[in-house]
């Protein structure tokens, strides 16, 4: 726990909140298209329930947009429980605290992400 720092709980606490309203939206989303589970699921199984969903509705922008969002904080969730957020996962540099800010999800530092993209965009 040495890692800790006010930026992090306030980060944990950015986090757990968007955490809350992606999964409000995906239950929705998911009820509205199939009227699924009446029963609320484990957070493991909502993800793989969500995962099926977004296979059954890939046209649905906001559902495939929530569930990538959604994935990405829980990754940083957990990143924060290692004691390893705000570290770029690429490189190992510490994120910039503005960066983490403005994207509290954020695994890479800004040169990493720069160059994932580009490294995506030539891939498309
Ligand atoms: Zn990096």
Redesign the pocket.
Known sequence: MTTASPSTATAEQLLRRRQAELRATLQEAAGTALHAADEPAAPSDFKEVADDEAQDTVSDATTAHALRELAEVDAALLRIREGSYGV??????A?APARLQAVPAAA??????G?SERRAAHAS
């Open positions: 770029c996962a690429e490189c190992g540099d994120i890479l530092c800004t040169a990493c992400q160059e």
